[in-house]
């Protein structure tokens, strides 16, 4: 189980409604809204996670 960095939902990672790339690891993430979020600013979230 993977923890999505923007809402904190434990995703199953082959169920992920979608998956980043960034700074070597992989974030998935529990709907697309979160990716987008994510992906704007990685940054911002890589570090929280």
Same mark, same amino acid.
């Given at each position: =189980? !993977? $923890? *999505? +960095?923007?809402? &904190? =939902?434990?995703? *199953?990672? /082959? /169920? !992920? %409604? &979608? /998956?980043?790339? @960034? =700074? &070597? $690891?992989?974030? @998935? #993430?529990? %709907? +697309?809204?979160? $990716? /987008?979020? #994510? *992906? %704007?600013? +990685? !940054? $911002? @979230? !890589?570090?929280?996670?």
């Amino acid at each position: =189980m !993977a $923890k *999505d +960095p923007i809402c &904190g =939902m434990e995703i *199953d990672e /082959k /169920k !992920a %409604a &979608g /998956k980043s790339e @960034y =700074m &070597g $690891k992989t974030y @998935y #993430f529990c %709907a +697309p809204g979160c $990716k /987008k979020t #994510f *992906d %704007a600013n +990685p !940054a $911002k @979230y !890589a570090k929280s996670s």
